[in-house]
């Protein structure tokens, strides 16, 4: 779909997404927009702002400026709007509290707005298999599936997107890409925050709900799930759904971090775990019988998010008869630095053959001279566009709760000191992804 004319609406505009997120990805849009269509931002909520007012919040250009606008509610929005000029589309933002995202969605029915708008919701999208279900009954209620854009932020940054384009366009991966050759896959998200001002939110939730369920499952499709016979977003997502659906968790362990129950607004003697290790299988043809790690965690020693896929070893032949030559691997560095590395056992100059662990690495600083853009940026980008490919459907959300459905807030939670990520559950062998740190920045 061409860009077009565009009225965008954030509903809950005086928040905190709005503020850090929204406005400055949208002035940096329209600063690139090069005649390709036009837009208004239009801000909306209960506080009452004049249009002055509401743009004095942000650091924006003049130019985006005279393009944003505020208007105060839900009622006479749509009247608003048509003052503003004729839009081919109007895309609302759910920047709002996520236990009013169905009612909201009947209030803009109910004053009229139709097949001409888009909704983008964000995360959490319910926080069980009945909540997420409830909530996409009340949604397509109003509105059709193709009409929703469910937002899962890590689906946009350009590391992720080159998962498949790394699986699906180099021949020299393709063929070893399934359990005959991988050992296991290991996912990790670290972080070094703890939850901040945000135990309204997350002692209710924890890291399964806040980063399993969503990202980290998001991930785990996209290295794993079959070649879509096109990019087209539907194809894509049956792909993930499939992953989805052979998925089998086995076990998923809990800590909390030590100093957690002090922090502001987390409820005295919470179970709320802020790390998880999950072991899960893929029961399909491609993946049966290798293992999955999962590991997640706030207020850890080091911010890192990666992929690791563990080769078999080789027979005991030539050069390992003792054992000694490391297993490939394969690293995707998600964040902070973005690149792929692959380790090699290389010979070590000099008399004998002994053998060493080197890496070839492609880092994303080094390869290309362009920024990376936010997140944000391209996901408002491909809404307005009705680009679906980075959007998650209601059969993902469902599917991905399903399966976590029977490990969320069971069984003990441990404690960990912060800063120092609680000891591996398993009898595994672990990549070390600190090893990795330091390549590609
Ligand atoms: P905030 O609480 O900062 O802002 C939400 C806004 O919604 C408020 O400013 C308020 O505006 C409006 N609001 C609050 N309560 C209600 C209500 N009962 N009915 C209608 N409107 C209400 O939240 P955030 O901006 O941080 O988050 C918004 C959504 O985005 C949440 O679902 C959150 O989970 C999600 N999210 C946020 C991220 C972030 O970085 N902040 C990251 C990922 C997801 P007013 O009072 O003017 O109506
Ligand atoms: C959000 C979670 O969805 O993702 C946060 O709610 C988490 O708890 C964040 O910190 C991580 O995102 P990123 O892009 O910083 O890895």
Redesign the pocket.
């Known amino acids: 779909m061409p860009f077009g004319n565009t009225a965008i609406v954030i509903?809950?505009?005086?928040?905190?997404?709005?503020?850090?997120?929204l406005i400055p990805a949208l002035n940096l849009i329209h600063g690139r927009l090069d005649g390709e269509g036009s837009f208004v931002v239009i801000g909306s909520?209960?506080?009452a702002f004049t249009d002055t007012a509401f743009r004095r919040r942000f650091d924006i250009s003049p130019e985006f400026s005279k393009r944003l606008f505020y208007h105060r509610g839900i009622p006479g929005l749509k009247d608003f709007i048509a003052e503003k000029g004729s839009f081919d589309r109007v895309v609302f933002f759910?920047?709002?509290?996520?236990?009013?995202?169905g009612s909201?969605a009947g209030e803009l029915a109910a004053v009229g707005f139709g097949s001409e708008a888009t909704l983008i919701i964000?995360?959490?999208f319910g926080s069980d298999l009945e909540s997420a279900m409830k909530l996409d009954r009340e949604l397509s209620g109003h509105f059709n599936e193709s009409q929703i854009f469910r937002?899962d932020?890590y689906l946009a940054k350009e590391a992720v997107q080159n998962i498949l384009v790394f699986r699906f366009a180099n021949a020299l991966f393709y063929p070893v890409w399934n359990s005959r050759y991988i050992e296991s896959i290991q996912i990790n998200a670290f972080e070094t925050e703890g939850i901040g001002e945000r135990a309204g939110?997350f002692d209710q939730a924890g890291i399964v709900r806040d980063m399993v369920q969503n990202h980290l499952m998001q991930l785990l499709c996209l290295i794993t799930m079959e070649a879509p016979v096109s990019l087209d977003a539907e194809e894509i997502r049956a792909q993930k759904i499939s992953v989805l659906k052979a998925v089998e968790i086995h076990d998923c362990a809990r800590w909390q971090y030590e100093g957690y129950r002090e922090e502001k607004g987390v409820a005295p003697g919470s179970t709320t775990e802020t790390y998880a290790m999950l072991k899960l299988s893929i029961n399909n043809f491609r993946w049966a019988g290798m293992p999955v790690y999962i590991r997640t965690g706030k207020a850890l020693d080091r911010r890192g998010t990666e992929i690791g896929a563990r080769f078999k070893r080789l027979p005991k032949l030539l050069f390992n008869r003792d054992g000694t030559i490391p297993p490939n691997r394969a690293i995707f560095k998600i964040q902070p630095a973005e690149g792929i590395i692959i380790d090699l056992a290389t010979k070590i100059p000099g008399a004998g053959i002994d053998i060493a662990t080197t890496n070839m690495a492609f880092c994303y600083r080094d390869s290309f001279a362009q920024e990376i853009p936010e997140a944000y940026q391209r996901l408002l980008l491909d809404a307005i566009k009705g680009d679906r490919t980075l959007f998650v459907s209601a059969e993902e959300t469902e599917m991905s709760w399903r399966k976590l459905e029977p490990f969320l807030d069971a069984g003990e939670v441990r404690t960990y000191r912060r800063g120092k990520p609680p000891a591996p559950e398993w009898e595994v062998d672990w990549i070390d992804f600190d090893m990795y740190k330091d390549i590609c920045g």
């Open positions: 509903l809950g505009a005086s928040g905190d997404l709005a503020q850090r997120k909520g209960r506080t759910m920047a709002l509290p996520p236990k009013v995202y909201t964000e995360k959490p937002i932020h939110y």
